[in-house]
């Protein structure tokens, strides 16, 4: 619901529900096909640095459809909570702009956050690189060099950069809808997706976990210039 009220139960629109179930699918792909499908999988279709041996072009696109395995360090948490936040926000933009028009934004948000992550990866791992280079020209054992392999070889994957950018839109169009922290606590859209870039910037800067914030980041970044251009002659919003 809009003008102020809670945000209640969103419907399932087309597009948003085939996002949902391509998803899981490829999830339980990773998850329950073995192991060497799962590594196959991510070494092909999770996001990769332009440094790494393994980034492919096709991998700013599909790396959005994949998620940590069952298995794996986030286990189903990590697609639980994209596809909620996908439905959830994702169906007032849907209903909205339409199918097609919807699934370009969610396209172009998840790339935009794609090319952002990379844009950081070449920054960060440029003296990672450098040093593997050196200490390979010097003969150092492989052991050694296992894990500067790991770190250029790392890999991203989620929905979450394109979520971001729907989560960016709806607080756009939908600045005062209110939404319910812990259940109880009414607290308006714009200020609830602040207080969550806040901490993505927050965690990008302390750098203590294996979260890709700066995708984050980029993807919300990307989801407001598209609702913002867009919107620019256009001064009608939803809320």
Do not use: C
Request: charged share 10%; net charge neutral.
């Amino acid at each position: 619901m809009q003008n102020g009220r809670q945000l209640g139960l969103p419907p399932f629109p087309p597009v948003i529900k085939n996002l949902i179930i391509i998803n899981f699918l490829v999830w339980m792909a990773q998850s329950f096909l073995g192991d060497h499908v799962t590594v196959w999988m991510e070494n092909t279709f999770a996001l990769h640095s332009f440094l790494s041996p393994l980034f492919k072009p096709w991998q700013i696109v599909t790396h959005m459809f994949m998620h940590s395995p069952f298995g794996g360090p986030l286990g189903i948490m990590h697609i639980l909570l994209n596809m909620f936040g996908l439905w959830m926000f994702g169906s007032a933009l849907e209903i909205n702009f339409g199918g097609k028009r919807f699934l370009s934004f969610y396209l172009l948000s998840g790339i935009g956050a794609a090319l952002i992550y990379l844009g950081y990866l070449q920054y960060e791992l440029s003296p990672v690189v450098n040093q593997y280079h050196a200490l390979l020209a010097s003969g150092a054992p492989d052991l050694y060099l296992q894990k500067y392999v790991e770190v250029i070889n790392s890999a991203m994957l989620g929905a979450s950069g394109a979520v971001f950018g729907v989560l960016a839109a709806f607080g756009f169009l939908f600045p005062n809808t209110q939404l319910y922290l812990y259940f109880f606590l009414p607290i308006p859209t714009k200020w609830a997706i602040i207080g969550i870039l806040a901490y993505e910037l927050y965690g990008t800067f302390a750098g203590s976990d294996d979260v890709a914030h700066v995708a984050h980041l980029g993807g919300a970044l990307t989801g407001f210039l598209i609702i913002y251009f867009w919107n620019r002659y256009n001064r009608r919003h939803f809320y």
